[in-house]
């Protein structure tokens, strides 16, 4: 008995080795940035803390069709929220986030830039929109998830249509990390999203 007991022990300990070693990249990068480099003063966009876990949201690929935001984990994502036909704004902002995402350099494949709309775009629309963003994800939600998607986005005492038009990073283990507004400077997301690679051990 006292054998099985201390096989258990010893077990639990394995267990609890493995867990530290995995996630003590995670907590040392998160620390570093919110202690060691005082990120949330520096960083350009809208910190949210702490991290907010996404819940999963179902949506419509343009080119794969059915998928989940889970299936996107393990990359960091750049993720614009919009509404009917993407205008010239759109388009415009579309094509900032995936610059962004080119002008990271060998850090390229670790960032995924994506855009949720509410309703699938036409075949002209979907041409320009691929346009802007010719490595990205194109996608539909219907108006379950796009609700649920919405409320996590939202901040305390925000609506719906505040959400809306914004840019959100999200760390590749489905954390909302950042929002940026409308009209946010490209090159104060790319220095965000540089620092978060240059210290994150995931993704």
Not at 30 to 45: D, I, L, Q
Not at 64 to 83: F, I
Not at 147 to 174: K, M
Not at 181 to 195: H, T
Request: proline share 4%; net charge neutral.
């Amino acid at each position: 008995m006292q054998a099985e007991q201390s096989g258990k022990k010893g077990s639990r300990w394995t267990l609890a080795i493995l867990l530290a070693v995995f996630l003590a990249p995670l907590v040392g990068g998160w620390s570093w940035f919110y202690f060691g480099e005082n990120f949330s003063r520096k960083n350009h966009g809208t910190l949210y803390e702490p991290v907010r876990p996404l819940e999963n949201i179902a949506f419509s690929d343009e080119r794969d069709g059915a998928r989940t935001l889970d299936t996107l984990r393990g990359v960091w994502l750049l993720v614009y929220v919009g509404e009917g036909a993407c205008d010239d704004d759109c388009l415009r902002r579309l094509d900032a986030i995936s610059r962004v995402r080119i002008s990271l350099s060998k850090n390229i494949d670790r960032v995924m830039p994506v855009y949720l709309s509410d309703d699938a775009p036409d075949a002209g629309a979907a041409a320009r929109i691929r346009s802007a963003l010719p490595t990205g994800i194109i996608g539909s939600v219907d108006a379950e998830n796009r609700a649920a998607l919405l409320r996590q986005l939202a901040r305390e005492g925000e609506n719906a249509r505040q959400v809306l038009h914004r840019v959100y990073l999200i760390d590749p283990i489905g954390n909302l990390v950042l929002s940026y507004e409308p009209g946010a400077d490209p090159a104060g997301i790319r220095k965000d999203l540089a620092r978060l690679l240059r210290v994150s051990q995931i993704g």
